[in-house]
């Protein structure tokens, strides 16, 4: 039977959503960079307020639903992106944070792409995630 290696306990590793054993029954803890990835996902998806016993967690992204889609918006959408991350993810070091139009062309409403590049600091390994939100009003109202 294999051994596995001691755990490290530096920087906490969050157990998996749904957990599957592997082929000899035993349960794989995610790597530290799929987990710090997972994490920076929930915290995007979630309204402050939604999560029990944790109040003010979350980075507020469905606030600016039906906000239009401006460069202004996008100015706000990234600094309450930084803001979450820097309050919220101890296990990175928030490089750079891009909010850009992902609008498809004719369409009424339209979608962002945020973007993050970051570095574990762990070990410096150098990381990006980029999510989507859609349907902000278009510019004109």
Do not use: C
């Not at 054993?21 to 994490?39: E, I, K, Q, T």
């Not at 803001?83 to 490089?95: C, N, Q, T, W, Y």
């Amino acid at each position: 039977m294999p051994r596995n290696p001691p755990l490290d306990v530096r920087a906490p590793i969050g157990w998996p959503l749904m957990p599957v054993p592997d082929a000899n029954g035993a349960l794989r803890w995610p790597g530290l960079a799929h987990s710090v990835a997972d994490a920076l996902r929930k915290l995007l998806a979630t309204q402050p307020g939604e999560l029990l016993g944790h109040p003010s967690y979350g980075a507020g992204l469905q606030g600016f639903l039906h906000e239009p889609n401006t460069l202004a918006t996008r100015s706000r959408i990234r600094e309450a992106v930084e803001r979450a991350v820097g309050r919220f993810e101890p296990r990175v070091v928030l490089e750079a944070v891009t909010v850009s139009d992902d609008t498809a062309p004719l369409q009424d409403v339209g979608s962002l792409r945020i973007e993050l590049v970051y570095r574990l600091k762990r070990d410096g390994q150098r990381a990006g995630l980029a999510v989507r939100v859609g349907t902000l009003a278009s510019p004109g109202g």
